[in-house]
């Protein structure tokens, strides 16, 4: 009898997230220099962090032997007047993705059910299943979160609705009119969660927020892991009308945001001058791709975000040849897309190192 057969079987029937490939990992095992190898794998900012975080940073290092602010005052602080909210409607994450965690953990049982789109980012299918609840999928033609059909599958049972604007890994997005049209239909029995962790790359982003100060039963999830280049040190927020934020206060661990990173996020979020290159670096780098990949006649999804998805035939295989070329991307199987590759964009360089590879891949 192994211990297997004492836990939560659900849990032991789930498939662990799998990573974008870390750098240090790929060169171990190709026997690679870590320096040779391009990481565009996990929508990661290629300028690296912003630089008034790094100096934050510096700053905060002789302080870390004590517990950092719990209520999180300064950076929840910041974030209200950058939205003009108040602090009861900010909540900060050990990155956005404990937030999706902590929305599961409040409003989800077994006989609870999460709707989601088809492609959706997959921690949420992930969520439902950690907690025993029952995940709802709803098709997303073109790739485009059909969210009249999701307001079609809420059931009494419902009691959360995740939509990615822009989609990971789709980089799709919903418009602001479909979203009234969503949100007039949405039951006070259920919460909407926003997951805009690309919200800063968008020119013209839907107002999610005026249904925070309408005090509807919303989450908005931003995050400070892409545009501001702070994926290492899990820092999150969700944005959200005070009787939601009060729930998820109480299920949080005390010191969930770590004091290296509430210092380091405070200084990032005045830093617009890294947040415009990051925006212009990406602007060029998916103006690179999409045109490489017309003149290549290979199919891929417009994109919002920080990556591209693009049509390779077998993903498995070109993730792998690109790999042992020491350029990582991320194949896309988990998926249920084993045609498509997923690319983050990089720096000029990068990019164009990245396209030189595939090439080579084609052509072998
Ligand atoms: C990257 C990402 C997140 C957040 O990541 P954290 O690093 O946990 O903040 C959340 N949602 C989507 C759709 C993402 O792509």
């Not at 799998?18 to 171990?28: D, F, L, M, N, Q």
């Not at 039951?187 to 925070?212: G, I, N, Q, R, S």
Request: negative net charge; aromatic residues 10%; hydrophobic residues 45%.
């Amino acid at each position: 009898m192994s211990i297997q057969n004492f836990a939560n079987q659900f849990i032991c029937d789930l498939v662990a997230y799998e990573p974008g490939k870390p750098i240090e990992e790929t060169a171990r095992e190709l026997g690679l220099d870590p320096a040779s190898i391009v990481k565009l794998a996990s929508n990661e900012n290629p300028l690296g962090p912003a630089p008034m975080a790094r100096d934050a940073m510096r700053a905060e290092v002789d302080g870390v032997h004590i517990y950092p602010d719990g209520g999180g005052y300064k950076l929840r602080s910041a974030l209200a007047e950058k939205y003009d909210l108040g602090l009861e409607n900010v909540v900060l994450g050990n990155g956005s993705n404990e937030i999706i965690e902590l929305l599961c953990h409040c409003f989800l049982n077994r006989d609870a059910e999460l709707i989601a789109a088809e492609h959706a980012f997959v921690v949420y299918k992930l969520m439902a299943t950690l907690f025993g609840a029952k995940y709802v999928e709803v098709a997303d033609p073109d790739f485009i979160h059909d969210v009249d059909g999701m307001a079609d599958a809420i059931t009494e049972k419902t009691r959360l609705v995740f939509i990615a604007n822009p989609n990971n890994p789709t980089g799709t997005m919903v418009n602001e009119a479909a979203l009234d049209r969503f949100m007039a239909r949405l039951p006070e029995h259920v919460v909407a969660v926003f997951d805009e962790a690309y919200f800063e790359f968008l020119e013209d982003a839907p107002d999610t927020l005026k249904y925070v100060r309408e005090g509807r039963n919303v989450c908005v999830l931003r995050t400070f892991s892409k545009a501001y280049g702070l994926a290492g040190l899990r820092i999150g927020y969700g944005l959200a009308s005070p009787q939601v934020t009060a729930i998820l206060q109480k299920a949080r661990q005390p010191f969930n945001a770590n004091a290296m990173a509430q210092a380091a996020a405070l200084a990032a979020i005045r830093d617009q001058d890294h947040v415009t290159k990051t925006l212009q670096t990406n602007n060029e780098g998916l103006a690179f791709y999409e045109k490489a990949f017309a003149e290549r006649d290979l199919e891929y999804v417009p994109s919002f975000a920080n990556f591209i998805l693009v049509r390779v035939g077998d993903g498995d295989a070109v993730f792998q040849a690109m790999l042992e070329k020491g350029v990582i991307v991320r194949a896309m199987r988990g998926y249920k897309l084993p045609e498509w590759v997923r690319i983050s964009v990089g720096t000029q360089d990068e990019n164009e190192r990245c396209i030189t590879v595939l090439d080579e891949v084609f052509n072998a």
